[in-house]
């Protein structure tokens, strides 16, 4: 019974922490057709601004919670005005470009920091079910990513800016015909996306390790989640993130994390040329 | 340039890029003749992506889990047989029918676009873990031991064809690497004057219109993978008889990005371009290795995002624009029609150069 609660606490986790780092992917992807190449490093950055500013002695929530998404969502503005904005429908080049500003990310970081970093302590502390010992972290991280949905779904679905991004996402011209400025959308959009990863960033600092290159972890999983949950970016991120989560850890306990990570990538192979639309094609069409 | 020109220029850059194979050794110390086998193999590899992306359309994100079985392949055999002859046909056929059976689960499934590169992606992903946590006594292969993270050391290299007394010298390992290079380069450009590079060209171009004509365009784009699969995997056997070492970060994320890198650098589209851009880069990243004083990931990226900015076609195709510009003037100048003929030359992408 403990067991079955701890391994169920896993897999919530596991699904939890990939709703994470997919949401600002799927706004991106979502809404502009970008595809974010640099998204593992825009992780990368939120977690060094949270750790650097909780060594800075920042408090820690504090720092991954406001810091993190606050410095990244101005990394991208200035990303989007220097180099997105000029790929709009260009989908392979946008994915080269970004490509190339991670390179360039990981270069500058390891540069300026070097290859290592003092990591933060994971804050609150444990507590035990029957014979196994948790964190209270992850039930933290649960909660971060509840309220994420919630806050982005609000956002999308109750906000004028909301009804003005998914206007701009459908029909461009129309909307640009209406009065709003397609061009400000986006670069907000992608300022947007950008914050919500870069609070991913924040929020996974303290349980993972902190080095230039840890966005590589991050991004393919992330890239594939997104495509598997298709265009819909709440329920399509939703249900390809736990589905995906729940056979990564599943995976994971009965073979070795090496092997759950490959079950995740062959469900994941499966699942596309299955439902080549994503997920949410299939299933929750017309859903936000 | 009209098509004879055209040839003609192509027929003397292959009979200057043999004389240059061939005064290497001599020109260059030893150390830099292996630095050039190094980025001949790591041509190869550029040529089977340039191929398959620039002709058959196929963005393929891990054309390295071909190299890599390629790889693998070559070493295990070279390790069993002791004999690098029947290694280097494995070398080809194990990854030819990887990409086979990928490329059937993949076309005859309509899967294009983006969603082809997260799947290649992934599969390349798969093999890294794979490989990754293959160590120990209980993964091994006759005698070859696969070696999980470190890899497999002492791999024997290239030896004349069927006598593993008489292994290659460096020099004869360059000739090989070199002369393996010119000779897919050629076979490519044969295979893209063939009908069945014309009916890729043509696919690529348009798929629904090349249906409609009658080709069936998911078996052209499965040849067009396999052929892609079986360069790459060549290529890897190259590889492995440059360093005798194969380790599963052939498979990495980061030797994926570079290849497209040398791609859009050299020009898509053309198969000259992936060849320059290897070079160059490789070139480049062994310079900035040796000084320290850049990050060759800070490089790296701004090459990339210039290119894709500022030059999307490529060093290739821009510098031949530029020469076709300069022609055109100078045939002005002796008052001749300009393009009187249509450039049609078979090989040269029509259109969407």
């Known amino acids: ?288 | 340039m009209s098509a004879s020109v055209k040839l003609s220029l192509q027929v003397v850059a292959i009979l200057v890029a043999c004389v240059a194979v061939a005064v290497m050794p001599v020109a260059v110390d030893l150390f830099q003749l292996m630095q050039f086998t190094l980025f001949a193999s790591m041509a190869v590899l550029a040529l089977s992506l340039g191929f398959i992306w620039g002709f058959g359309g196929i963005l393929c994100f891990g054309q390295t889990a071909f190299f890599g079985l390629g790889a693998y392949a070559y070493a295990v055999a070279a390790i069993n047989f002791g004999d690098s002859t029947p290694a280097i046909l494995l070398a080809i056929i194990v990854p030819a029918l990887f990409a086979l059976a990928l490329g059937y689960f993949v076309f005859y499934g309509r899967i294009s676009d983006v969603y082809l590169g997260v799947i290649t992606l992934t599969v390349t992903l798969i093999l890294f873990n794979v490989f990754n946590s293959m160590a120990g006594d209980a993964y091994k292969i006759g005698t070859a031991r696969l070696g999980g993270f470190n890899g497999m050391p002492a791999v024997p290299t290239f030896n004349m064809p069927f006598d593993p007394s008489s292994v290659l010298f460096p020099e004869q390992s360059w000739y090989v690497t070199g002369g393996a290079l010119i000779a897919i380069y050629i076979g490519l450009r044969l295979i893209l004057r063939s009908p069945f590079g014309r009916v890729a060209i043509a696919v690529r171009e348009n798929e629904t219109r090349a249906s409609l004509l009658g080709y069936d365009p998911r078996a052209i784009k499965l040849g067009v993978f396999v052929l892609g699969g079986a360069i790459a995997g060549f290529g890897g056997a190259l590889y492995v008889n440059w360093g005798a070492f194969v380790g599963p970060t052939i498979f990495s994320l980061s030797l994926s990005a570079e290849i497209i890198i040398w791609i859009c650098i050299g020009g898509l589209g053309t198969l000259i371009g992936p060849i320059v851009g290897c070079f160059i880069i490789e070139y480049l990243i062994s310079q900035i290795g040796s000084q320290q004083s850049f990050n060759s990931n800070l490089v790296l990226g701004a090459i990339l995002i210039v290119f894709v900015l500022l030059l999307p076609k490529g060093l290739v195709p821009t510098i031949r624009l530029l020469l076709e510009g300069a022609g055109r003037l100078a045939t002005k100048g002796r008052g001749q029609a300009p393009n009187a003929a249509p450039d049609l030359s078979a090989g040269q992408p029509v259109g969407a150069e």
């Not at chain 1, 260009?90 to 994915?95: E, G, K």
């Open chain 1, 1 to 288: 019974m403990d067991l079955v609660a701890i391994l169920g606490l896993n897999v919530v986790n596991g699904a939890a922490s990939l709703f994470l780092l997919c949401l600002g992917l799927a706004i991106i992807f979502g809404m502009m057709r970008i595809i974010n190449l640099a998204h593992g490093e825009f992780v990368m950055l939120g977690a060094y601004a949270a750790v650097i500013a909780a060594n800075a002695g920042v408090n820690i929530f504090v720092a991954m919670l406001i810091v993190a998404p606050l410095f990244v969502g101005l990394v991208g503005i200035v990303v989007e005005r220097c180099l997105i904005q000029f790929l709009y429908g260009r989908l392979v080049d946008s994915m080269l470009a970004t490509w190339g500003l991670s390179l360039l990310i990981i270069g500058l970081v390891t540069t300026i920091f070097g290859n290592t970093m003092q990591g933060v302590p994971t804050p609150l502390g444990g507590f035990a079910i029957g014979a196994y010992r948790t964190s209270y972290y992850t039930l933290f991280l649960l909660a971060v990513a509840i309220a994420m949905l919630a806050l982005v779904y609000g956002v999308l679905r109750y906000t004028r800016f909301g009804l003005i991004a998914r206007a701009v996402m459908q029909n461009p011209e129309m909307a640009a015909v209406l009065g709003v400025n397609p061009a400000r959308v986006y670069m907000a959009t992608f300022a947007l996306g950008a914050a919500v990863t870069g609070l991913a960033g924040g929020v996974l600092a303290p349980v993972s390790g902190i080095t230039p290159v840890m966005g590589g972890a991050y991004v393919a999983k992330a890239f594939i989640t997104v495509v598997g949950g298709g265009a819909a970016i709440i329920s399509g991120t939703v249900s390809a993130s736990g589905l995906f989560g729940f056979v990564n850890q599943l995976g994971a306990y009965f073979t070795t994390p090496v092997y759950g990570e490959v079950i995740l990538f062959v469900s994941a192979i499966i699942l596309i040329r299955l439902l080549p639309q994503g997920i949410s094609g299939r299933f929750f069409k017309g859903t936000v």
